[in-house]
């Protein structure tokens, strides 16, 4: 098909076979076996200059866009094989699109603006599945107590994640600069996410009674954007990480409460053995912007 473009384009076999740097009868060789393929002939050669046939007048176009096709193909199959482009498939768990996540992508993409990257919120217990039947290619996980190994997956520390109280701005106890436990017996705890599968609510209770906070649970949210929410309308107050607080929101105030001692970690989460020149980089963002956030704070 190459060879019956230039053809076409010159004007002349001798001028294409010039062009080409291919003999002459090299050149009319593979006109005949393309014509015996096409079962007719694509030039009228009793005419002097050729001209095209009805078949080549029918083939020539056609011919020319799948050559633009697979010179396309060929540009965008290096460009993923140099890591450059391709589709990368995020899971993220809500509380990270605060922080960690904008800002990685953005750098992600100042060295890899062809690389479509498509963000799917789930939380750090369903990443495991998506990662392994290959729905995502990086997890941003948050956990909060040990995080147990997983055969075939590994996890890259990202940062460590104290807890901060949420509260709305114009709570009586707004003004403070950290509270003590007993400061929110008063107040209802609003815990997230309500999901069977997750223990994350769980373990934040019993992080705020171990720090002597026994304030109960007012509210059950879906998810945290939910619960900062509810905490806005002072319907309570919701534990956050400290990498949550980065300019989220102007209704809340998120405070210290130094009785906390335990921290959620993050991790960026792939299949053990990654050879991904794009998802190897886009886990050194995530950890570049992770030192950048914890210098940060």
């Keep these: ?13 001798v001028a294409a076979a010039g062009r080409l740097h291919v003999a002459p009868t090299a050149l009319s060789m ?8 096409l079962g007719g002939e694509l030039f009228d050669r009793s005419r002097r200059p050729m001209e095209l046939t009805a078949l080549g007048r029918y083939f020539h176009p056609r011919a020319r866009m799948l050559l633009a096709e697979a ?11 140099a890591g450059e482009s391709g589709v990368l498939a995020v899971g993220y768990t809500r509380s990270t699109i605060f922080s960690i996540l904008p800002d990685a992508i953005r750098a992600f993409r100042t060295g890899h603006a062809k690389v479509k990257v498509e963000i799917l919120s789930m939380l750090s217990e369903h990443q495991h ?5 290959g729905r ?10 040990p995080v147990d190994p997983v055969d ?30 007993a400061d929110l017996d008063p107040v209802g705890l609003i815990t997230y996410p309500k999901d069977p599968q997750s223990r994350f609510a769980e373990h934040t209770v019993a992080l705020l009674r171990s720090s002597g906070c026994v304030s109960p649970v007012a509210y059950e949210a879906a998810d945290i954007h939910t619960a900062l929410g ?24 998120f405070l210290p409460m130094p009785a906390l001692q335990d921290q959620a970690a993050v991790f960026a989460v792939t299949k053990a053995g990654e050879r991904s020149k794009v998802v190897r980089a886009f886990v050194a963002s995530l950890v570049r912007t992770s030192r950048s956030i914890q210098a940060a704070h």
């Design 152 to 181: 075939g997956l590994e996890f890259t520390h990202l940062l460590d994640d104290p807890f901060v109280v949420a509260l709305p701005a114009t709570h009586a106890l707004a003004r403070r600069k950290s509270l003590r436990a």
């Design 136 to 145: 995502i290619q990086v997890g941003v996980s948050r956990y909060l107590g």
């Design 230 to 253: 509810m905490a806005a309308s002072h319907l309570g107050f919701c534990l956050v990480g400290r990498s949550v607080s980065r300019g989220s929101r102007h209704d809340l105030v």
């Design 71 to 81: 010179q396309h193909l060929h540009e965008e199959a290096r460009a993923v094989a």
């Design 30 to 37: 593979q006109m005949r076996q393309l014509e015996e393929d």
């Design 129 to 133: 599945v998506a990662l392994q039947s």
């Design 1 to 13: 098909m190459r060879y019956f473009c230039e053809i076409v384009e010159a004007g002349s076999a």
